[in-house]
């Protein structure tokens, strides 16, 4: 399940709560997507309650990273679990997205102050 | 064969005895003359009798009567000779013919009519009885044993004249009266005829019935050159049979008469359930649903007498299709279906069962349509709550269907729409049965993917094991020999899991093995991987891949991380297992140049005894049945510490037991694949 908040004009939070297995990704793709259609580049993703995510939702984000470059955005995931953080750290995604532990440094990061 | 042979045999006796005692009683055949105690000729009559009814019983106790009308004719035709030839002396006589000169000859011929007459109503009564019970078999027994009992007893007053009183005849009448009367309200066998068969059983009836009266009549009437008169009370067998086969005669014209008026409603009523049973059939007949709607409308259309109208299908995807239709032109049907559209939609939307447009010259949508037919019916044929046919019916008259036709024609939907269900039900299970053996060989595709032995390296111990959570996985394991001391090992996981991972898995296996061919060094490996990857897979697909390359003399392997588990390495000497936990992205992430400064290759010595554990994400993330914790690394870790001196082999079957009871029976998340090898 996903929680939309608009922070401004380009920039999105989705809060993704629960499991992100190959369902929740179907729909957490939908999200995305229609984000990147209305522009928002800068996108953090809240993890707070993320417990779990399969390969199948790391594929979701893994699809957008090149995309949002293209357009000088980018995804920062925020307040990671380490069992989460753990699998973006095994894949090697760790280097290329940015995990930051609030939402405050998020913003800092993505010039949103 | 031996059963037959002496039924036959007591047919024959059967026979003998009647034709035996019947000449016997012709010879000796005297008019009773006061009170006699026992007379022969009536003996006689009873042996007759009895053994010519047991003979007809037997002969037609087990024939079924399909054939009413049949029955009751050769009744009419044996009932016709035998009155021709009771009559035929006294017609001789009227017409001049004195061939029976001789009082002797006349008598003889008499005495053998009055034995073809008693035959007669033997038979009939015997019909007759047969009749009343067509249909029910329990209380046949009682009834049976009742009119036995009775003939008996008038038999016995024939042997034993002296036995005849008044109150002895009277109540014999008076049983026999009522005996009678419960039989001759049997006539349940009426129902069951057709509206055609009763008028002709009718005719047939009425002759019969005039045929009984005038042999009756020819038997009671004392006239020169006819019968030897028919004493009532001194002849009570005969008496019996000729009240029962009248009355039951009479009684069965009259009321087939009386039921003339409602016979063609029972005729309708079992042209409704033959319908019903003709629509129940067509599921098993041909399984298709237009089958079902071509029956549903044949059977409308009959049943409601309608002029004319069509049957639509429909289906998900597809236009309204026509499948069949009667007396109205497929322009007619597209004119109406269009102007039917815009009401259709007010009115059977909200749930009416049917859309009845009354007088089609009155309706403003289809009053300009030029047609002979004045009123139209439209139902729905509904499966659950999705639409799949219409049915149209019209008629020339106005107000043409009644609410008995309508509740008949939505009965029969009901019924095709259970059938329609029936056949959608067969299909769902069919494919799932298809699926299922696709999956299977699938799975047995996949099997012949993942290498079944090692070709034997020397100074190596391997083995490998792969379970995916569905019939077909996502995870791969392979291995190449360079030379004799050499060998490439890698073990891959492709993002996703069920049919999509595995195929993507065949497709990575051909690229493997190319790659492995060409002995690459395990970064260059991976970064060759990585642009076959970013080549042919979707962006989001993704794989990860350890490479590993052992080299038995330097007693070294080199390996490369694509973004997989990280290798797990038992040490002998202290007994330790620990992880390798190097950089490296997963194969397909980044798609440009830039993923080979991920790369990050590294060189380990090991000795004998260590062993190298590969394993894919499934086995970390496998979860416990009952509290969700995750097996993990940790848990990994110990069992290698507990268990990495063991044979590789054991060491695998070990660890997979392991995990599938962690997880429990049926809950497996994801593939599970584990790969273990130790220098010997």
Known sequence: MEIITKISKQTIKIAVIGELDANSAISLDRVIRKAIQDEFYKIIIDCEELEYISSAGLGVFISYIEEMKTHHGQFVFIKMKDRVYNVFKILGLEKLITILPSFEEAKKVLHEN | MRVITQNRYLNGVLGLLALGSYIAYCLIETKPVGTIIFSAPGLLEAIFLLSSGILIFRKYHHTEFYNIEALLGSLVFSGLLVYFISVLPALLNDFGYHFFRSGQLLNIYLTFSKLLVFIFFLFSSMMF???????????????????????????????????????????FFALSGIMIFFLVIKLDWIALLSLRSKILTILILGLLCLILFGITQTLWLRQPYRLTPWNISYNLPLTLLILFADAYAFVSFLSLLFNLPIASFIDKKNAEIESFMRINRSISAHAETTHILRTLFKTSMENTNADSGWVVLLQDDREEQIIESEVITKKNIARLQSSLKS?????????????????????????????????????PVRVKDTLRGKLFLLKRIVSGFDEYQINLVDSFIAQASVSMQNIDLLHDALKAERLKEDLEIGKNVQKRLLPESFPYINKIDMAAESEAAQQVGGDYYDFYRIDENKMGLLIGDVSGKGTAAAFHVAKMKG??????????????????????????????????LTYLEVDILKQQIKYSRGGHCPLLVYRAGNKQAEYLEDEGLGLGILRNGSFAKTICEKTLSY???????????????ARHALNEEEFGYKRLQQYMQDYGKLEAKEIVKRLMNRVNEFTGPDNQLDDISILIFKPA
């Open chain 2, 343 to 379: 009401r259709q939609r007010l009115q059977l939307n909200a749930g009416n069962r049917y859309l009845y447009i009354k007088d089609i010259r009155q309706d403003p949508n289809l009053r300009n349509h030029d047609i002979d037919e004045r009123s139209l019916i439209e139902f």
């Open chain 2, 607 to 621: 000795k004998k005894g260590d062993a190298f554990c590969l394993y894919t994400d499934g086995l970390i993330e």
């Open chain 2, 129 to 171: 009885y047969r009749l009343a019970f067509a249909q029910n078999s329990n209380k046949k027994k009682h009834y049976l044993k009742a009119a036995i009992n009775l003939f008996g007893i008038s038999l016995l007053l024939q042997i034993f004249p002296v036995l005849h009183s008044n109150m002895l005849i009277k109540s």
């Open chain 2, 511 to 544: 690229i493997f093995q190319s790659l492995m061919l060409e002995s690459y060094a395990p970064a260059r490996f991976i970064e060759k991987a990585n642009a076959a990857v970013s080549q042919s897979f979707d962006k989001g697909m993704f794989i990860t």
